[in-house]
């Protein structure tokens, strides 16, 4: 069982940048980060694999987005730039085990999932 704490969300308006963190109790996970608006279903945003070699996005974050990994650290990071009211969302890291091999973008890929950090981009 691995543990997955999010941190990093607030408050930004428009064009403003934000950087979220994803601390996991343990290492080696292929980590995926996910959003999920009110009354909306929860979508992928990009994942990351265990080497921190490849990295994958979806089409709305694409360019905008970065996905990285800190191993020493046990940290996820996502750089948020250029932020959109559509942005807003509460955001979720999520861990998958290492012998499953590397994800893409469904929830049922996902083994484990952080509480969420809520991100608000004003307009």
């Known amino acids: 069982q691995v543990q997955l704490v999010e941190s990093g969300g607030g408050l930004v308006q428009a064009g403003g940048s934000l950087r979220l963190s994803c601390v996991a109790s343990?290492?080696?996970?292929?980590v995926g980060w996910f959003r999920q608006a009110p009354g909306k279903e929860r979508n992928f945003v990009a994942r990351?694999?265990?080497?921190?070699?490849?990295?994958y996005y979806s089409d709305s974050v694409k360019g905008r987005f970065t996905i990285s990994r800190d191993n020493a650290k046990n940290t996820v990071y996502l750089q948020m730039n250029s932020l959109k009211p559509e942005d807003t969302a509460v955001y979720y890291c999520?861990?998958?085990?290492?012998?499953?091999?590397?994800?893409?973008?469904?929830?049922?890929?996902?083994?484990?999932w952080g509480q969420g950090t809520q991100v608000t981009v004003s307009s």
């Open positions: 999520a861990a998958r085990l290492p012998r499953r091999g590397i994800p893409t973008s469904g929830l049922d890929e996902y083994d484990y």
């Open positions: 990351i694999s265990v080497s921190g070699y490849s990295t």
């Open positions: 343990g290492r080696g996970y292929n």
